[in-house]
């Protein structure tokens, strides 16, 4: 008689995911330093009450993150992961309500959205300038927060594009992931889309009728922040931490 498959795997799968998320929030919380070796495997096994394997497995996926290195006989020792670390790791830092992380995208956010919406102006092609506007109005007729979120994040994708640059649509990719990880804390800037779109359409027109530069960074810069503000603001209510 066949017997039914085991779940060991899973059972391992879910196993290392604690392990990771666990160290890695107590790297991040700064629990352990830059430099800093982390106890031995053998202690840090009986502590999750795993397995060697499973925790090497947790370990390994931390080095992968970048936050740990691991060396043979010696141990794994936390990285200088602001120093050495990559965009990458932006993500897991503001999943993770890392100290002042969240705030600094959102000023990384004004600072690469108003440059991009200058040069949007600049070379916006006719197809772009439609399409934008018609972002700006399904965000207005939106039916629910989600779907307003949604359309304000699309209007930034497109608004890279417009600049003609492909490097800014990778950037902007990078910057509304990062919070759309945590889209539902921030979800409260969009609650009403009417209110939303009142806040967008002036650096909408702006860019459609290629302003000058002076006029589109400033709307750019005071829209960017007021939203911005918003979704720190809804993400506090909701008990993150910035």
């Not at 992380?101 to 070379?123: K, N, Q, Y």
């Not at 989600?146 to 640059?165: F, K, P, S, V, Y």
């Not at 209110?195 to 302003?211: I, Q, Y």
Request: proline share 4%.
């Amino acid at each position: 008689m066949a017997h039914p498959p085991t779940n060991t795997a899973l059972t391992r799968e879910t196993l290392v995911d604690a392990v990771e998320r666990n160290l890695r929030q107590e790297i991040l919380a700064g629990t352990y330093t830059s430099g800093q070796y982390l106890p031995p495997t053998r202690e840090l096994a009986e502590r999750y009450e795993v397995t060697r394997t499973t925790l090497k497995h947790a370990l390994m996926r931390l080095s992968q993150a970048g936050l740990v290195e691991t060396k043979h006989g010696v141990g794994t020792r936390v990285r200088d992961y602001e120093r050495q670390g990559g965009l990458e790791l932006l993500p897991m830092l503001v999943a993770e309500n890392a100290p002042g992380w969240v705030r600094s995208v959102f000023e990384v956010r004004t600072e690469i959205g108003a440059t991009i919406a200058v040069r949007a102006a600049r070379d916006a092609s006719e197809y772009h300038k439609q399409r934008l506007g018609t972002l700006a109005r399904q965000l207005r007729e939106a039916p629910d927060a989600d779907a307003a979120q949604i359309t304000e994040c699309e209007w930034h994708r497109e608004l890279a594009a417009a600049t003609g640059n492909r490097v800014y649509p990778l950037l902007i990719n990078l910057v509304l992931d990062t919070y759309l990880r945590q889209r539902h804390a921030v979800r409260g800037a969009f609650d009403e889309p009417a209110a939303a779109a009142d806040r967008l359409d002036p650096l909408s027109e702006a860019v459609c009728s290629g302003a000058d530069a002076e006029t589109v960074r400033s709307r750019a810069t005071d829209y960017l922040e007021r939203t911005g503000q918003l979704m720190i603001e809804s993400m506090l209510a909701r008990g993150g931490d910035e």
